[in-house]
């Protein structure tokens, strides 16, 4: 008992990176390497345009034994700009597990967003023990964020497996073959006016169409070009592709675009998507599919609430449930209801960091 009071929560700023990134070796090893490049942090914890972080240390005389973090985030809820926070990072030394440190961490971060006027956290978590102990301190699950994937080479996704490539041509082919005349139906439909461009620069454009969108849905990150440049063309280790809809020289719609390893797979993901209709939202899923195909990936992911109307198009487009399927997460400081319904929700990984 004693020695779990050894430790102390406190908080953390520029100062401390060096300890938090050698923390992060010890917890997380080689796992998302670019986040054990000092240029990530100052970029996603200082440079963010919707504030700087709070940082959280457990720090046990002068070592740091524990860290988690909470990156301000705008959000539009029912038309209203309120602030919330994305809870991440959260690292403990092994020595120190089961002693209390998640709980006292938590408990000191929520204390901390209401301090700074946020209203609410939010986080996307995978691992079971990391959602049960959110639910300890007073989280509740809003809803799951299945990760779809399309196949795009069967033989690629067969030999991860049998690693014998011939074997693995013969099968995938024969996958393919069972599996395109079930989404016959979905294919592309051409037609309907819509342009697709690649941009690397947003313009003013941007600025129109994300005015109606961000109206789009009940509860939805706030996106605006400074939020956009920095998330996406301002990343210090991470290269994006941006495709965006044009319709009678109106913009209706953007995707994002990265390629990644995903689930142990040579992918392409699907990072942000929005667009003003379904019809362009398709066809922007279209030009992903043929991304993933110019680039000779095995499958292309996308992360989506499995209440929305995304979901249901893609699954119909030959989108697969994969076994992978985050938690949209949240800590009310307001009691407002709104905020647990599910259907409310859109988000992507573009609102995390994890891609």
Known sequence: ????????????????????????????????????????????????????????????????????????????????????????????????????????????????????????????????????????????????????????????????????LPLSLFLGGFARILYTPLFILGRKRKGNGIEIEQVDQLDQSFDIFLEKANSLYPIMGIRDRRYMRWRYLGHPTRNYTIYRAVRKNEMQGYVILRKVNLLGFNSAVIVDLLALGEDVLMALVETGIAFSHRKGVDLLGFMVPETHTCYRLLRKRGFLRSPKTFRLMIYSHTGDKKLLNPKAWYVTWGDTDVI
């Open 1 to 164: 008992m004693n020695e779990t009071r050894r430790w102390k929560v406190i908080d953390g700023c520029e100062k401390d990176l060096e300890k938090i990134l050698d923390l992060r070796r010890v917890v997380f090893g080689e796992m998302e390497r670019d986040k054990l490049d000092p240029r990530f942090w100052q970029w996603e914890f200082i440079k963010n345009p919707d504030g700087k972080a709070l940082i959280y240390l457990v720090e046990d005389q002068s070592k740091i034994i524990g860290h988690f973090a909470d990156i301000p985030r705008r959000f539009s809820v029912a038309g209203e700009a309120i602030l919330g926070t994305l809870s991440l990072d959260l690292m403990v030394h092994p020595d120190y597990w089961r002693k209390g440190v998640f709980e006292a961490m938590g408990k000191y971060g929520a204390h901390r967003v209401k301090q700074e006027n946020g209203l609410f956290l939010f986080a996307f978590p995978i691992r079971p023990e990391t959602i049960h102990g959110l639910k300890k301190i007073g989280w509740k699950e809003v809803g799951k964020l299945p990760v779809l994937v399309y196949p795009i080479k069967f033989s690629g996704i067969v030999n991860r497996y049998l690693h014998f």
